[in-house]
């Protein structure tokens, strides 16, 4: 019976773990930065530079660098961005990546 508790225990703590990166998973936009952006994908902090998650990016998504046109794989580790986030059929995906590479 310890045992049986112990184990359900372990597992409500790995749920409550993981619904923070799956609270970021909602519509609307939020900004951080990227930690790692590739083909479809997009990992990103918060502004704190803390929490990590990652985002689907919709193919047809429009990504920014300082207002110019850019592709996703342009993101280098560390740039600020501002993601915008819609629900499309049973997933949320960015379908707009705004970044900028300093401060201007």
Same mark, same amino acid.
Do not use: N, Q, Y
């Given at each position: 019976? $310890? ?6 225990? #372990?597992?409500?703590?790995?749920? #409550? ?11 609307? @936009? ?12 997009? /990992?990103? @902090? ?7 998650? &990652?985002?689907?990016? %919709? ?7 300082? %207002?110019?046109? #850019? ?5 280098? #580790? %560390? &740039?600020?961005?501002? $993601? @915008? ?5 049973? +997933?949320?995906?960015? /379908?707009?990546?705004?970044? +900028?590479?300093?401060? +201007?």
């Amino acid at each position: 019976m $310890v045992r049986r508790c112990f184990v359900l225990a #372990a597992v409500a703590a790995m749920v #409550a773990w993981g619904m923070p990166a799956l609270a970021d998973e909602k519509e609307g @936009t939020h900004e951080g930065k990227v930690v790692k952006a590739e083909k479809g994908k997009l /990992t990103m @902090t918060d502004k704190d530079g803390k929490k990590e998650h &990652t985002h689907d990016i %919709g193919s047809d998504a429009k990504v920014t660098m300082d %207002g110019k046109e #850019a592709k996703l794989e342009d993101l280098k #580790a %560390g &740039t600020t961005v501002k $993601v @915008t986030a819609e629900k499309k059929g049973d +997933k949320v995906v960015v /379908t707009k990546v705004e970044a +900028k590479k300093s401060d +201007k």
